[in-house]
């Protein structure tokens, strides 16, 4: 059985979770990475190096900046001239609509966000959250080539053998582009919430620190935002001592507390790391639908009534004020710190 999987990059640097759709392609039979862009050799070769049987690489300087038109017109026509039996996707933006448009070329259709997929004879049947994450589905395609995208981190990543070698094949860009990029601009880079293994969030209690006093001049609202950015410097200690990132709630993230590339939920990020530690979030159904596949939960909250603590694993009700600097105090001398 042939996979294609998508290696989806930009400007070299890789989405992490295509290398977890290699592994589950290579757990089917063969699996051939699919490269597009300018100037990605590298690209290829460390898709070598995570264990592709193949390389197909469209490098064109028309495929420098990412276009749906020009890259779903290239998978077609090269899904067309290949007929593999699957094509994989990790589950970006920029997949998404991809997928979509080629799908509509090949005259199939796109399994999304899929968390698990078993071989059925000639055919595969994904399991797929649905219902705000309350209920998971069971669900198969009936066209071919069969089209998914899967949940970050839902799948393990193949082992990297540096060095290794394989078959790189050159192969040719298809299709006009109607757009044109005319620039863009990156947002936080440092903030990477679907591939995190431990995310520290803080949700609209980190505001709630009466002991501080805010500097004079301030207005009530202005009082509020500088407290809860010194409640989120507790939340951003406690994430960097773990190796982890910082996320928040929608409440907090309105609130003008932190930026939206922190958010998750429904509306922002959905994560699936191995520890998630919620300070101050009480847990509305938006952002639960966000991280209840968190391998663990911690929820620090003063009411002990908070929906949080019926998804968490281990709760602590208490002043998020002096828990988190002592639970930080505490993982310092654990980790020799």
Not at 16 to 39: N, R
Not at 49 to 60: F, I, K, M, N, Q
Not at 171 to 182: L, N, P, W, Y
Not at 310 to 322: E, H, M, S, T
Request: with cysteine.
């Amino acid at each position: 059985m042939k996979t294609f999987v998508y290696v989806d990059h930009f400007k070299g640097d890789i989405q992490p979770s295509s290398w977890e759709a290699l592994g589950l392609a290579k757990s089917f039979g063969t699996a051939v990475a699919v490269v597009f862009g300018s100037k990605v050799d590298d690209v290829a070769k460390t898709a070598l190096e995570y264990g592709a049987d193949e390389v197909l690489v469209a490098d064109d300087s028309t495929l420098g900046d990412y276009r749906a038109e020009t890259y779903a017109s290239t998978l077609s026509a090269l899904a067309a001239s290949h007929n593999p039996n699957l094509i994989l996707f990790p589950t970006t933006a920029r997949t998404r609509e991809m997928a979509a448009m080629a799908a509509v070329d090949l005259n199939t259709g796109v399994l999304t966000d899929v968390s698990a997929l078993e071989a059925n004879g000639d055919s595969f049947v994904a399991t797929r959250p649905i219902y705000e994450g309350k209920v998971l589905e069971k669900t198969v395609c009936s066209g071919k080539p069969i089209m998914a995208t899967i949940r970050g981190r839902a799948f393990p990543k193949p082992n990297h053998e540096a060095g290794k070698s394989g078959t790189i094949t050159k192969v040719a860009a298809a299709g006009e582009a109607k757009s044109t990029v005319e620039g863009y601009s990156a947002s936080e880079s440092a903030v990477n919430l679907g591939d995190a293994g431990i995310i520290v969030s803080g949700g609209r209690g980190v505001s709630n620190n009466p002991s501080l006093t805010p500097p004079n001049g301030m207005d009530e609202k202005q009082a509020e935002v500088w407290r809860a950015q010194q409640g989120f410097a507790l939340v951003t200690d406690l994430a960097k001592l773990l190796g982890g990132a910082v996320g928040a709630s929608r409440a907090a993230v309105d609130g003008g507390y932190i930026t939206y590339a922190h958010q998750v939920g429904q509306t922002g990020k959905v994560v699936a790391p191995d520890l998630y530690i919620a300070c101050g979030i009480s847990g509305a159904i938006q952002h639960l639908v966000g991280m209840r596949n968190a391998k663990v939960i911690v929820a620090i909250n003063k009411d002990a009534d908070a929906p949080i603590f019926k998804q968490a694993r281990y709760g602590v009700v208490g002043d998020l004020f002096q828990i988190v600097p002592a639970l930080t105090e505490a993982m310092k001398k654990k980790l020799g710190k």
